[in-house]
């Protein structure tokens, strides 16, 4: 478990674990995608005030669209059950990171992020 640990505070965890994740053809076994949702949330968090605004809502929207796709079946690699929710998880903690600072120069959301965020929503929710 302290290798774990280690993982998630190591400088290329965020990397590492987004090119685990969000690679097409990157097939991880069901623990290590999870501990890679982990690991994501982890390092994402630490690094948030340094990453840019971009990268922020590049994160939670890869989360969000990887979740999106093995939910509807578009996917070409399924998704165990476990890996789905942490990774929902992990878009949900992401969203929530950003969400009470006023700008993006503070680590929020600009409005149109917002938008974009409740019109996904709107979009799964009617296809559900």
């Known amino acids: 478990s302290q290798t774990l640990l280690d993982f998630r505070s190591s400088p290329h965890a965020l ?3 987004c090119y685990v994740l969000f690679t097409p ?3 991880a076994s069901p623990m290590a995608s999870f ?3 982990a ?3 982890a390092s994402a968090l630490a690094q948030w005030g340094s990453l840019e605004h971009d990268r922020r809502a ?3 929207s890869m989360c969000w669209q990887r979740v999106a796709a093995a939910a509807d079946g578009t996917s070409s690699s ?4 476990v890996v789905r929710s942490a990774l929902l998880q992990t878009c949900a903690v992401l969203w929530k990171r950003g ?3 006023a700008s993006a120069q503070e680590g929020g959301w600009e409005p149109g992020v917002r938008t974009g965020l409740f019109e996904a929503i709107a979009r799964a ?3 559900a």
């Open 15 to 17: 990397d590492t674990a």
């Open 25 to 27: 053809g990157v097939v």
């Open 35 to 37: 501990q890679c949702c």
């Open 39 to 41: 690991a994501l949330q």
């Open 58 to 60: 590049g994160l939670a």
């Open 78 to 81: 399924p998704l165990p059950h």
């Open 99 to 101: 969400w009470p600072c």
């Open 125 to 127: 929710a009617g296809e």
